[in-house]
């Protein structure tokens, strides 16, 4: 039997994949694994019993990944599960800083009252919320991961000329994308050709504040910005100087700022990228079935802070999460064979200081696991 926590309401139709080997609650002190949405995590006290913490949806800030890997609790997020809502929302936003949807919708509410008159004034006052179309317009879509690459076909599809820029982008991915996307390999050649600028990457030390005064100077007088991927990549204050001058001709997203709520050419939503029944559903079946096979087998799909590792051998697994090291590989092996134990399958990866080995037999004496819990470069051992 497993525990598993959940820190969030999640959808049902993920948690349905969690059978009766599974007791799912929203309160339990020493959880086996945690399912999590946006609830912040920073200051949770792990039980050493939890070895599994799963977030529904594809940012982990609100989670201590650091923290986890140091005491082997593998965070897995959702890639992709909610790209598709974050899309939408980001086509409307397209429309929402070109035409001045907002302002003009804000606007007509004061003419309530005026009765006959309303159609003269509808008439005499629409031209101050005039905008352009995104007909031939380039969008500069920075980060091509699953929702920049959604994004980047749609504009394209809506007639925008695409240009696109990932250091990490995967050549095979190409396919995906428009066939007349322009890459680029630098953050200023985005900034020095795009009219339309929308961010998809996460918020980490090289991309925190990212759009500030000094690369704000370096885009298109009149560039229009979107920002539904992490409020941190922007600096606010620089942002509504920016549009104060003009500089920025409009600027949406949802991640809201003190600085620029309120302002005019700025529409500030709630953070509703992944708010749909759809996307939901998706990130909460795909977030259990991660922490189910990493319970059950020990495989690891879509970790944020270990390797993909899996087998398809059958028979009794040990996990072991250890120090990026040879000698940890060697022990671990040694241990299998020095209490005569012939293995079925073995699988060893890692990522940065840190390795994932799994290894299936037919049969683990607990002796083996007993030897490796000893090694001072092992940080958890899992008999599965």
């Known amino acids: 039997m ?77 890639p992709g599960a909610n790209a598709n809502a974050v899309k939408e929302l980001v086509i409307g936003g397209l429309m929402l800083a070109s035409r001045r949807v907002s302002a003009a919708y804000d606007w007509c509410k004061t003419l309530k009252g005026e009765g006959e008159n309303v159609g003269k004034l509808v008439e005499k006052g629409k031209s101050q919320f005039a905008g352009p179309e995104i007909l031939g317009k380039t969008l500069g879509v920075v980060g091509l991961g699953a929702i920049g690459r959604l994004v980047a076909s749609a504009a394209n599809a809506l007639g925008m000329k695409i240009v696109g820029y990932d250091p990490y982008f995967n050549e095979e991915l190409k396919g995906e994308l428009p066939a007349d996307t322009e890459y680029v390999d630098s953050l200023d050649a985005v900034y020095e050709k795009a009219d339309y600028i929308t961010l998809h990457l996460p918020c980490v030390a090289a991309t925190k504040g990212m759009i500030n005064a000094e690369t704000i100077g370096k885009m298109k007088d009149g560039v229009r910005i979107l920002n539904f991927a992490r409020g941190e990549l922007v600096v606010g204050a620089d942002m509504a100087a920016a549009i104060e001058s003009g500089k ?52 690891i799909k879509n970790s944020v802070n270990f390797p993909n590792v899996s087998l398809d051998t059958e028979g009794e697994r040990v996990a072991v999460i250890h120090h990026n090291v040879l000698t940890a590989v060697n022990d671990i092996l040694s241990a299998f064979m020095k209490n005569g134990v012939e293995t079925t399958g073995f699988s060893s990866k890692a990522k940065g200081d840190y390795a994932y080995t799994l290894i299936s037999a037919d049969k683990i004496p607990d002796a083996v696991v007993n030897a490796l819990n000893s090694n001072e470069d092992i940080i958890k051992v899992r008999k599965i």
């Open 248 to 299: 920025v001709a409009a600027y949406v997203t949802d991640f809201p700022s003190d600085e620029v709520i309120g302002l005019e050419n700025v529409t500030a939503l709630p953070h509703l990228g992944a708010s749909t029944p759809e996307s939901e559903e998706n990130c909460a079946y795909m977030a259990a079935v991660e922490i189910r096979e990493y319970l059950e087998k020990g495989n």
């Open 2 to 78: 497993f525990d598993i926590l959940t820190l969030n309401k999640i959808s049902q139709i993920g948690l349905k994949e969690l059978d009766d080997k599974y007791t799912v609650t929203d309160c339990c002190e020493c959880p086996d694994g945690i399912i999590v949405r946006s609830a912040a995590m920073h200051d949770y006290d792990f039980s050493q019993k939890t070895v599994a913490v799963a977030r529904a949806g594809a940012g982990v800030n609100n989670i201590p990944v650091d923290e986890c890997t140091k005491k082997g609790i593998v965070v897995f997020n959702t």
